[in-house]
């Protein structure tokens, strides 16, 4: 696989796509239409992909930087003074006064169960011309979430050209677009990250493993197709060969949200790292587990906590 551990004074991860505000309400259930459910209790805080991922892997212990962009409001107020505190490198975000910072509204059942409504805002604006190549030569991987096209494009040959690993989320929405448009972007990256329903969408296939074989052709080595409680599946297209690695039971279920992203930030600090394929993934799902046993975006366990979950010896 391309990309190396990652370099001495450099950073492990570099997240860009979305830094957007999640306002968070915990609900006695998701209400359906002309129907209303009550808000238990409202938070708000840092979310979107890139500001997940870079979030988490620093509090994972990794060094993380952050590319994306955010208005000059109130609440990119928010998302900046989290990122800042995580000690993420802010280099890479960038500010924009003509558009408004995105923001999520997630509403949480008590299951654990979450629907969610988005304005991307000043998140989609990132152009092209504004990815920091210097950033991105820092970074032992580089993982791009969710984020248009062209941008995410520009962002993946930066990361080649410095040697970086790249994965790509597309998330839901370029994942509906098909494997016709995502081509060209495929060919740049080493490793792509889907779920379940991104998998189907791209591809067409209900089968994992078949939808990982049809995207890997497109020129990405590793494919990891997330299946929640079933754990995850990982096809090396270098090997051709097909790895699953179990769900960890969390404590509870409260919040899911974020989940995808933590799974990310441990897999890639993880392979940034060294760690291997295998022990990446196990870590990866045992970050994930206790993620959802929390509320909060990126609220993650301690790297020793996980270890332990996964029954790794990380070093």
Do not use: C
Request: glycine share 14%.
């Amino acid at each position: 696989m391309r990309g190396s551990p990652s370099r001495p004074g450099g950073l492990d991860v570099v997240a860009v796509g979305h830094a957007l505000v999640d306002i968070r309400a915990r609900v006695t259930r998701l209400a359906g239409p002309d129907e209303e459910g009550e808000i238990l209790e409202e938070t708000r805080g840092a979310g979107g992909s890139a500001a997940n991922v870079a979030i988490d892997v620093s509090l994972l212990g990794g060094r993380a930087g952050v590319v994306a962009k955010i208005g000059f409001d109130g609440f990119g107020r928010i998302v900046y003074e989290e990122l800042w505190r995580a000690r993420v490198d802010l280099s890479g975000l960038r500010i924009s006064p003509g558009h408004p910072t995105g923001f999520s509204f997630v509403a949480i059942a008590p299951g654990g169960e979450i629907a969610i409504y988005s304005s991307k805002g000043a998140a989609e604006a990132l152009e092209p011309g504004e990815v920091p190549g210097e950033l991105l030569a820092r970074a032992g991987a580089v993982h791009i979430a969710s984020l248009r096209l062209d941008t995410s494009m520009a962002a993946a040959r930066a990361a080649r050209r410095g040697g970086a690993l790249v994965s790509w989320d597309p998330g839901r929405g370029l994942a509906a677009r098909g494997l016709d448009a995502a081509a060209p972007l495929l060919g740049l990256v080493d490793v792509v990250l889907v779920n379940r329903l991104e998998a189907r969408a791209l591809t067409g296939s209900g089968d994992p493993l078949e939808a990982a074989r049809r995207i890997a052709s497109l020129g990405p080595g590793l494919v990891v197709v997330k299946l929640g409680p079933q754990g995850a599946l990982a096809y090396d297209a270098r090997e051709g060969r097909a790895l699953r690695v179990p769900a960890f039971r969390p404590p509870r279920v409260v919040d899911e949200t974020g989940a995808g992203d933590a799974f990310a930030a441990a897999l890639l600090l993880g392979l940034a790292r060294g760690w291997g394929l295998e022990a990446s993934l196990r870590l990866a799902s045992a970050v994930a587990a206790l993620k959802v046993s929390r509320l909060g975006s990126h609220s993650v366990p301690s790297l020793g906590e996980a270890a332990r979950l996964a029954g790794l010896e990380l070093g």
